[in-house]
């Protein structure tokens, strides 16, 4: 039989991301990867989280098993509606829903308002992740450069003007793949755009609480009175990516119609993990566990840094990241990041993501390509810059 | 700002479904509930599950609570293989994917080979997830008429005849919402009708273990030599819905499409929820469960049976389900079942959902309603047979 004439226009052009293919790779345990979004596994609070999903099991059992409402359960609504007003990302008419995972929420809300064909602009890099979500409810992206302070916002304006976005998708914070930080001015200009041309914003902050370095900025959301920003964000990168625990935060018009779609999407994230997430957020100070990451992948960060600028030749150019878990390193034009990966992965067993997976064309030529520096230990950081190094120094000589 | 212009054409028309929305009149304790359709909480093995839990974290935190697979955790994957196995529904050219949920499988799938304005043929009465499901793609539902052993086959080949349909959405055994199971000659002749009229089926079987009565009927899979089928099941009726642990099998061109909409969905299913149920399937029998639900439920069906041929007035039929959770009362056309559903929870606090959620047309009245038997004690269940069955005396009188 032929399956692939039953396939969607929607499904049929969707390809696995490249990122998670690496991991395949990755399961060769001598791979040094820095190709990677988690966080830190030494960071996992396990001993607690046993404590405490025990407790739970014994005590609610009946709860944890059960079905539960589509919406999330109600005390860890409760928690993260206070982590979201900790940053004035919960405002007048606006209602919280547990998603499983940052992913779904923005895979939802695409498929609550983004319709087949509608231009959607995305951040020039961006995360990989919502791209492929948006191309499978046929959305056209449009991508926008950045520069060093985030969107290049000459540029969006001139898409706005010339073409009729529903919405703007952005990562503020340390942003995936860039590490970049957008302005506050930026923030301020894109909502004002926003409002111009009639469009909504997501905003996706899964990093936000990772700052090791300058100054708080506060969330696009935090300066929306109309409800014009659907906020997005997760526990993935501050307790554990495994247990799928995300939120979005909208007008109720919106969360609404979000609800609906989750349940007959997933009719509702489990239980089990939604209870023992509330009650860690009860019974620990899940700051304090902030703090500790944010000094690892400070540290982490600048002893990267440090091994690039030792290591790698004349000509490349990096971002400096004040937060996050990502460096994007730019290399003269002549170097190809696709083969590069390749020929590291197959020389010197050291991954990394080459950025044309994180372009609206997946296609085109890049020069540049992702590191994370918060998976791996320092010893193999400083061999894996060293092997990219050696690389580059081959290729540009 | 109004947001309903921002909606999409598939998100805009979706109604919350009428039984999550009769959950929340539920929350009220004194409510008897046969509207639901969960297991049985009794049986949820809460012990066992909360040590494996300690287990799977102390010793295997770092997997548990890290970013997994999108197709699945892999020992979970080799469990829910032989299940399939048991019951011939993993095939040559087959791949098994781990969902968040059945529901999600339905999604999934729907999301793969729905395209906007396909017709799509499920039984009328079917349920109402899926239903919502295909609305949320856009899907084309026609409705066919089931006799006492499953889908009307001449309906169902008039309507291919008639159209251009490309999937046939079925519940085998012990439908949701009438408990009927189709009959081996009725899934030989459905697959027939597929091959004749190339199209594909949805096989939805969450409650095929929950036989206490009658012979085992192969599954449609089962007779499947193309690939035709793609198998839908859950572990939420033999262990806990609240784990929201599902599983997909079929041909592996349609299980790797399915991977790639999942992952832009939900990344990957809780690594610890799979992880749990993994171990649960090594370390313990789980047809032994299997078994007492099986006991269980087979009582209160029967009790419930006898309680409706007590209480019920003349002019009255319903179903008699040989497993499962449902059976499905039809009164005369004179009674409005969505109105009764309202008077008995308002009049005897006694919720159960009436029909028309499960149609086509969910706004056409109905005068079938569906009972649940498998959460309630055998005192609510009759007090609650007793008060339907006084309204409908009093209604008929």
Chains 1, 2 share one sequence.
Not at 108 to 123: K, M, Q, S, Y
Not at 139 to 160: P, Q, S
Not at 237 to 260: A, H, Q, T
Request: hydrophobic share 40%; net charge neutral.
């Amino acid at each position: 039989m032929d399956f692939e004439k039953y396939m969607t226009k929607r499904a049929k052009p969707l390809k696995a991301s490249g990122i998670r293919e690496m991991f395949k790779l990755m399961a060769d345990p001598a791979v040094i990867s820095l190709a990677g979004g988690s966080p830190d596994p030494e960071l996992f609070p396990t001993d607690e989280l046993a404590e405490i999903a025990v407790d739970v099991l014994k005590n609610n059992g009946k709860v944890a098993l059960a079905y539960g409402t589509t919406d999330g359960y109600a005390p860890l609504k409760e928690e993260l509606t206070k982590r979201a007003k900790k940053v004035d990302s919960f405002k007048g008419g606006d209602k919280i829903i547990i998603t499983t995972g940052g992913q779904q929420g923005i895979d939802l809300a695409a498929r609550v308002v983004v319709e087949d064909g509608d231009d959607i602009v995305v951040e020039s890099p961006s995360f990989v992740g919502t791209l492929n979500s948006l191309r499978s409810v046929r959305a056209n992206l449009v991508g926008v450069e950045m520069d060093d302070d985030g969107m290049n916002m000459e540029k969006l304006e001139e898409v706005l003007k010339s073409r009729n976005v529903k919405l703007i998708y952005t990562i503020p914070n340390f942003q995936n793949p860039t590490g970049i930080t957008m302005s506050l001015e930026k923030r301020k200009k894109m909502l004002e755009l926003a409002k111009k041309y009639d469009c909504l914003i997501i905003e996706d902050n899964p990093y936000g609480d990772l700052r090791f370095s300058g100054e708080y900025v506060p969330t696009i959301k935090s300066l929306d009175d109309e409800g014009r920003v659907i906020y997005v964000s997760s526990m993935s990168k501050i307790l554990s990516p495994g247990m799928r625990i995300g939120y979005v935060v909208c007008n109720d018009v919106l969360c609404d119609k979000i609800e609906i779609i989750k349940q007959v999407n997933d009719v509702h994230t489990p239980c089990l993990t939604q209870m023992i997430a509330a009650e860690f957020l009860k019974k620990y100070n899940i700051d304090e566990y902030i703090e500790r990451a944010r000094e690892v992948y400070g540290r982490k960060c600048r002893f990267m840094l440090g091994c690039i600028e030792k290591y790698f030749p004349k000509g490349i150019k990096w971002t400096k990241p004040n937060g996050g878990l990502f460096i994007l390193v730019t290399c003269p034009d002549s170097i190809d990041a696709a083969e590069l990966s390749i020929e590291a992965v197959k020389k010197y067993k050291v991954a990394f993501v080459p950025s044309n997976n994180f372009r609206v064309d997946m296609d085109a030529k890049t020069s540049s390509f992702r590191l994370n520096y918060s998976t791996m230990p320092e010893d193999k950081i400083e061999e894996g810059i060293k092997a990219i190094g050696e690389l580059l120094k081959e290729k540009l000589a």
